[in-house]
């Protein structure tokens, strides 16, 4: 009697060895010994290893098919599990038996054969290079990184709240805009005066793909206390850089009877909990991301859990800033919007673990956010972290009916006329934030393009797959 | 010293009576009683319930802010945690001091400011019906559902892929689709043929969303041996039904050396498994809906747990259906789809369990269905439940390439060239479900329309908000 077992179970010892274990898998490599015995490396994508088995050539099928066989091959393998001879193994498989379950068509044409390929040539087979080691280092990743997050808010009370991906509103003005229509682009209906007549379209109006879903997520604030929203968001901005995706996906969270400081607070002990739960059930993977893409990831992650987070007006940052005697690229006065550079200095120079820096001037910052007493700054707040910068951006809104309308022109006010309606009806201060979830998952693996944080990137030209 | 709760806690005894708490919430009702004490029904949205607290008339602000709140008005109220004496609540609050953080603006305009509202005239009010009884039952269902299916998949060591949202594929035909684009619609670039240039939109081509994550998720299992996505799907038909929205929720499980008894395995297990948690972690709100939508909800979910899933051939299904002697509006004969009062027969009447039907024609099924050696029917199954029909759709694919390839037309092969390729490289028998989480979600509730089961409903017509 064989026992099926996934790989990860069999290297973390879930089976006595001595025992009668099949895996199923792929070949990631082969090796033919010159004494007849040929060393199969099978992963199945449970952990960043894969396990060796070793099939002697007295199996029947060992001539005609074990030596054929190659890196990609589906294989079933059935043997005793033992101890390793090699290192860097705790166990392996003695293989009383080998299935070839799927062949590799012709090798030489197999897209990644080769140990080797640039990140770069890998996006182009975005339909196999989960088998490589990196991208399932970065997709078991991923998926603890967003089960922690999705478990941090459930056992903290609050709701997953499905935001819309279209939208009729195009005014929150976070990016450019994707339409969304079935009208025929070739010969569109028109309207009176020359422009499409959108009234015919299959929502009667203009839609577009979402930006963020924070305003909706408000109104469930405003009825459950916390909430939070965890989906993909859109940006039509042309952008090709390493940090911009077309298509991304964006945790908000939002919390009634809260103000800046609760929402940093919140900021603080979600990061603190992920990070955590991401050293604890992916160390595999992390050793892999420490020792091959950057040397500080794991320290990175541990510094941001044993320290508290710095505080800092954003006033007190341009003084910082402009008192440093560091030369910067963009001149530094109070009102500008920070650059990269800027938060950079304070995160990882001046401070050296995260900063949260809060209370921006009020004209770089969106309508919704709280006026402050002084009445030039707003209760906004960015969370900065030593070796990347800006990570998470939030704000206290504005609860206030008035100070709020005073904010918005007459446009907006008519579209939003719901949001008002939550300063109307039983407003409360409330607060929340924005996480970008590729961009924290290069923070957490020290990779550097959120093309390979994704499975399938969408940017400018390309919507591939 | 008073102790910050949420209702949830101060109803589930996590308090001592005798101890100082504060709650922070909307006033779901109030009373005045002639004696001088007002009776303030308190909801937070952590649980179906309000709590009550009781003010009497020796607060300082009492003539002058408790008298005047109503329903909807958000309020800090602090007090002493004391048994109920009225009936169906364990405990209540003595007040001793009321805030009143966010009034209502003029009662008579609240527009949920009534005990009863339709659902049709709520989906109006979509902002604020949150803060109803029902949909705030739903929304705490919800969330419960979404955190079972989570945590039943990454325990059961699935990766969840976040599958791409925008498309360039248009060939999967599941539905009608949406165009995504950011040319100018009124005056786009026009190609030779005086057709639109593509080539000059944000993808430089067509680009659509997605009906489906399957084709793309299936790439992952292939690497990962166990994956599932769980998000937004569109379908552009102009189907103005209660159970039908354009933009709606999907979770698509895919598993590696499977087939397709193992396929309706693991949506038994997975429904019998989010079933339980429901009962036992939202059990106020399902008495709700049992008490108030469906008398019949929780038995029906105690029936999926308590029962295996019968499996049946569509061959044996069609056999009964002609042979029952029950008259249908849609006649029967080997070959059709079947038609919802069918289904609803099979599972409610002739079985009186959940079904699991297997082995459909393979004219009316999907190419990418495994054909089964009698070349005449797929391995396809659909999970029939009582009382609502087809609850799951799944197969087992088709991994063999040349079966595959005669079964695409020349376009379709072009365009799934990278789909084609996994059955080139290692391909195994690998099998999936799609479950619409919408649907579900009705199911679990007893609620008949699909509009009232996700926040911000699109369907013709309809993206407001």
Known sequence: ??????????????????SQ??????????????????FLAVHD?????????????TLDNYESEVLKTGTGCA???????????????SVEIQASAVEVVGWVDDAESYPIAKKRHTFEYLRTQAHLRPRTNTFG??????????NAIHNYFHDNGFNWINTPIITGSDCEGAG???????????NPPRAEQGGVDFSEDFFHDEAFLTVSGQLEVEAYCLAMSKVYTFGP?????????????????????????????????????????????????REDDMAFFQQRIDKTVIERLQTVIDNNFERMDYTEAVDILKNCGKKFEFPVEWGIDLASEHERFLA???????????????????????????????AAMDVLAPGIGEIIGGSQREERLDVLESRMDAQLKEELWWYRDLRRYGTVPHAGFGLGFERLLNYVTGMENVRDAIPYPRTPGNAHF
Do not use: C
């Open 1 to 18: 009697m064989s026992t099926f077992t996934t790989v990860a179970a069999a290297l973390k010892g879930e089976h006595a060895t001595g």
């Open 21 to 38: 274990v099949t895996v199923k898998g792929w070949l990631r490599s082969k090796r033919d010994s010159k004494a007849g015995i040929s």
């Open 45 to 57: 994508g449970t952990a960043f290893d894969a396990i060796q088995a070793v099939v002697p050539s």
């Open 75 to 89: 294989v079933v393998i059935s043997g005793e599990l033992v101890e390793s001879q090699g290192k860097g193994q």
């Open 137 to 146: 280092a970065i997709t078991r990743v991923r998926t603890t990184l967003a």
């Open 176 to 186: 450019e805009l994707f339409r969304v229509s079935t009208l025929d682009m070739a």
């Open 233 to 281: 968001t859109f940006r039509a901005e042309n952008s090709n850089t390493s940090r911009h995706l077309a298509e991304f996906w964006m945790v908000e969270p939002e919390i009634a009877f809260a103000d800046l400081n609760d929402d940093a607070d919140l900021a603080e002990d979600l990061l603190k909990h992920v990070f955590t739960r991401v050293l604890e059930e």
């Open 348 to 378: 990882e120079e001046h401070v050296g673990r995260p900063v949260v820096l809060m209370n921006y001037p009020r004209d770089i910052k969106a309508f919704y956010m709280r006026l402050n007493d002084d009445e030039k700054t707003v």
